[in-house]
């Protein structure tokens, strides 16, 4: 459990980085954009919003947590995970900071849930940051990809390549006629 008691993750140091890039980003566009148009936020792979960095034991923020402590802050924050208490943990941690009605929250497989959350955003007026960080390929298959497109904005996809792809080469390209790395790509060629 984490300082606040609630469910955390278990990342390696060199998600530090990850969390350092996004946030230069995040706050990038927040700033840029805040006067011109209705910032959403949407993370399909959202998680409990803390982890613990296995080789120190520092907690720290993630991409959820990051997104909703911005100095600009988006308008409207849409938050999935498959995970029913890292949903509980992350909702306790983001309901003291956030008016409910920015917050947009999903339990469940993203891969269903996307187009519910596609439709509640205006076509319209806003931009839209989507952060997909799946733990494999076979989480995001392109459809949902797809699908989270059609809100306007800006794309972050983080490849599981060390974690999945690399270590699953063979069975990906060679076993399976239907790999998960098939359904990421969209295709078999
Ligand atoms: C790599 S972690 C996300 C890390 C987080 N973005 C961060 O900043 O540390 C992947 C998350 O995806 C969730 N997950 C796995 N399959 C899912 C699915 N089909 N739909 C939604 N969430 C899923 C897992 O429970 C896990 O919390």
Redesign the pocket.
């Known amino acids: 459990m984490s300082d606040d008691g609630l469910k955390h993750?278990e990342?390696g140091h060199w998600?530090k980085r990850?969390?350092h890039f996004?946030e230069r980003f995040l706050n990038m566009f927040t700033t840029a954009m805040k006067e011109h148009w209705q910032m959403h936020y949407i993370?399909?792979?959202?998680?409990?919003g803390k982890?613990r960095i296995k080789s120190t034991g520092e907690i720290v923020n993630?991409?959820?947590l990051?997104a909703a402590s911005l100095k600009f802050p988006f308008d409207h924050l849409h938050l999935?995970?498959?995970?029913e208490e890292?949903m509980s943990a992350l909702g306790a941690r983001l309901e003291q900071h956030i008016n409910p009605d920015r917050l947009h929250l999903y339990t469940?497989?993203?891969?269903?849930?996307v187009n519910d959350i596609a439709m509640k955003i205006p076509r319209r007026g806003c931009l839209s940051v989507v952060?997909l960080?799946?733990?494999?390929l076979g989480?995001?298959p392109f459809e949902t990809v797809k699908a989270i497109s059609e809100c306007h904005g800006d794309l972050i996809i983080?490849l599981?390549d060390g974690m999945d792809a690399m270590r699953n080469t063979d069975a990906y390209y060679s076993v399976s006629e239907h790999s998960a790395l098939d359904a990421f790509m969209g295709h078999r060629d």
């Open positions: 993750g990342v998600a990850k969390y996004l993370d399909l792979f959202a998680s409990a982890a993630t991409s959820p990051i999935c995970d498959i995970d890292n469940g497989d993203s891969n269903v849930i952060m960080d799946p733990f494999k989480h995001l983080l599981p």
